[in-house]
Structures are given as structure tokens and as C-alpha cells.
């Protein structure tokens, strides 16, 4: 665990996930006492997942940032969503089948949306920063 990149990895993982958790927290309590629609503060999902794999992209491979982006998303869609859920804004209305297709269906939207996403932003900033070196991108 002591490769830089390794340890580079993982800080941009724990980062969203610390960013999206609290987007989720603070979306779910203002949206519940302000009565904001939740859905507002995809917005701000959105932008965290094109800063993170923008900026993730400067010395790693288009690969390394869909599993980061994969990891980060696939935390959003299940704990965050629980995490709305308990705070509010999150509860699916549960009724048997139709219940666990809806979940399932949009959690794989999501994570599959949110990596894509990721990868889009990525490749950005390797098209934008093509014949750069690493150092000169920063």
C-alpha cells in the first residue's frame, strides 16, 4: 500500500466519498426543513464528480478513473441513498416487487451515469492536455 499511486488512488476515493456524503447529509437536511426539492443538490453531486475525475485524470489512466469513479458512485447510490433515506428525502415508498426492481434499476442508472461521468471528465482533460507533461498541467 506504500506505491504513491495506490495511495494517490485512495485519497481521491475517500475525497469523493467524504464530498458526497456530505452533499447527501446537508441535501437531505435542507431540503427536509427548507423544503427544497432534493434533486437541487444533484447539482452539486455533478460537479464534484467532473472536479474529481478532471482533476484525477493530471497522472493517472482513463481505466484507474472509471474504477475510482465506479467506487465513488457505487457508495453514493447505496449508502448515500440510505443516507437520505434515514434523513427524509430518500424514502422509496415500499410495495413488494415493484419496490426492489425500482431500487435496483436506479441504483445500476446511477452508478453507471455517475462513472460515465467520471470518464467524460477525464477524458477532457487528457484531450485538453494532450502533449503536456504531468508537471506542467497543474
Same mark, same amino acid.
Given at each position: 500500500?506504500?506505491?504513491?499511486?495506490?495511495?494517490?488512488?485512495?485519497?481521491?476515493?475517500?475525497? %469523493?466519498?467524504?464530498?458526497?456524503?456530505?452533499?447527501?447529509?446537508?441535501?437531505?437536511?435542507?431540503?427536509?426543513?427548507?423544503?427544497?426539492?432534493?434533486?437541487?443538490?444533484?447539482?452539486?453531486?455533478?460537479?464534484?464528480?467532473?472536479?474529481?475525475?478532471? $482533476?484525477?485524470? $493530471?497522472?493517472? =489512466? @482513463?481505466?484507474?478513473?472509471?474504477?475510482?469513479?465506479?467506487?465513488?458512485?457505487?457508495?453514493?447510490?447505496?449508502? %448515500?441513498?440510505?443516507?437520505?433515506?434515514? @434523513?427524509?428525502?430518500?424514502?422509496?415508498?415500499?410495495?413488494?416487487?415493484?419496490?426492489?426492481?425500482?431500487?435496483?434499476?436506479?441504483?445500476?442508472? =446511477?452508478?453507471?451515469? %455517475?462513472?460515465?461521468?467520471?470518464?467524460?471528465?477525464?477524458?477532457?482533460?487528457?484531450?485538453?492536455? $494532450?502533449?503536456?507533461?504531468? =508537471? =506542467?498541467?497543474?
Amino acid at each position: 500500500m506504500s506505491d504513491p499511486k495506490t495511495i494517490g488512488n485512495v485519497k481521491i476515493i475517500l475525497m %469523493g466519498v467524504v464530498i458526497v456524503t456530505v452533499i447527501d447529509v446537508c441535501g437531505s437536511l435542507i431540503s427536509r426543513t427548507a423544503h427544497i426539492p432534493y434533486a437541487w443538490f444533484g447539482i452539486a453531486t455533478f460537479l464534484t464528480y467532473v472536479t474529481l475525475g478532471y $482533476r484525477g485524470a $493530471r497522472d493517472r =489512466s @482513463l481505466l484507474a478513473i472509471a474504477v475510482i469513479g465506479l467506487i465513488v458512485c457505487t457508495f453514493d447510490a447505496t449508502v %448515500g441513498w440510505a443516507v437520505s433515506a434515514l @434523513l427524509g428525502p430518500g424514502r422509496v415508498p415500499s410495495s413488494g416487487a415493484a419496490h426492489k426492481i425500482a431500487i435496483v434499476v436506479t441504483t445500476v442508472t =446511477s452508478v453507471g451515469t %455517475g462513472t460515465l461521468i467520471w470518464l467524460a471528465s477525464a477524458i477532457s482533460f487528457k484531450y485538453l492536455h $494532450r502533449g503536456s507533461t504531468p =508537471s =506542467s498541467t497543474s
